[in-house]
């Protein structure tokens, strides 16, 4: 009876030891293959973030005066004066012919007439001609 | 004050004429103010950039004052990104070089160049006004 018993509890003990371990496999395999999975998700999350936070800071430094100046200044600076480094349009390009007619849509600005890029009647005799920039 | 005094009453109209000399935010902001031309919005955006609002500057501040104007924005960013008034800005541009323009701003009236003072303005339309 005893040695009945033995050999229960030893037969017990290796099921208990075999359960264990049959449990703690596929725990570690599956533990072991999420983690590069939710790494390579996490990855490309982390790379979308990052681009379209670069996105973000490239349209930001397209339209951040102060960074195209810095940008522009350290252009200057870096090249020798011999290459050209100049990045306002270049007119000699400009087909005149080619470019297509602004649109003129009529309409009030402060009570005056407008038509586009102009103030006033047509018909007026004298024509002020504004070259200007916006900075 | 000479939009009020010439141009309101008749005897001038006074047209903008794009130059962009200092580099690319001035293109930057010719070409926004020509894409809101495209809609009929040249002016207050011309305003706007006149008053050297920096806020114009960035994404955010632009689509907040196209929408002010009321300007579709979609249609707005869409000529930004194409840079579809670049070559008419450049054309300009071109137009002023040949024309002997080498700063902003430049004065034409009927066509002599002036002094971009009030006075020299008023006066120069004020003569062309009373010529034969």
């Given at each position: ?107 009030t600005h402060k009570g005056v ?6 103030l ?16 | 004050?000479?939009i009020e005094?010439?141009?309101a ?34 002016w207050?955006?011309?305003d ?85």
């Amino acid at each position: 009876m005893r040695g009945l018993v033995g050999v229960l509890v030893a037969l017990a003990v290796l099921l208990a030891a075999c359960g264990s371990a049959d449990d703690v496999e596929p725990t570690g395999t599956e533990t072991s293959e999420r983690a590069p999975r939710e790494a390579t998700v996490g990855q490309a999350q982390q790379q979308q973030q990052s681009q379209q936070s670069q996105q973000i800071q490239a349209v930001q430094q397209q339209a951040d005066p102060q960074q195209v100046g810095q940008q522009e200044q350290q252009t200057v600076d870096d090249q020798p004066a011999a290459e050209p480094s100049d990045p306002e349009p270049q007119p000699e390009a400009v087909d005149h012919s080619a470019v297509a007619p602004e649109p003129s849509i009529v309409g009030t600005h402060k009570g005056v007439r407008s038509e586009g890029r102009t103030l006033g009647l047509a018909a007026a005799p004298v024509l002020i001609e504004h070259f200007g920039d916006f900075t | 004050m000479l939009i009020e005094q010439f141009v309101a009453s008749g005897q001038a109209r006074y047209e903008f004429r794009y130059m962009p000399v200092l580099g690319d935010p001035a293109v930057y902001a010719a070409v926004a103010v020509a894409c809101a031309n495209e809609q009929g919005g040249f002016w207050p955006l011309h305003d706007r950039f006149m008053l050297a609002d920096e806020t114009l500057f960035s994404e955010a501040g632009l689509r907040r004052q196209v929408e002010f104007d009321g300007l579709d924005y979609d249609i707005f960013q869409q000529c930004m990104l194409d840079a579809a008034t670049l070559p008419l800005i450049q054309a300009s541009y071109g137009e002023g070089v040949e024309r002997g323009v080498e700063g902003t701003p430049t004065i034409f009236v009927n066509g002599v160049r002036v002094d971009h003072s009030y006075d020299a303005i008023a006066d120069a339309v004020e003569r062309a006004l009373n010529a034969p």
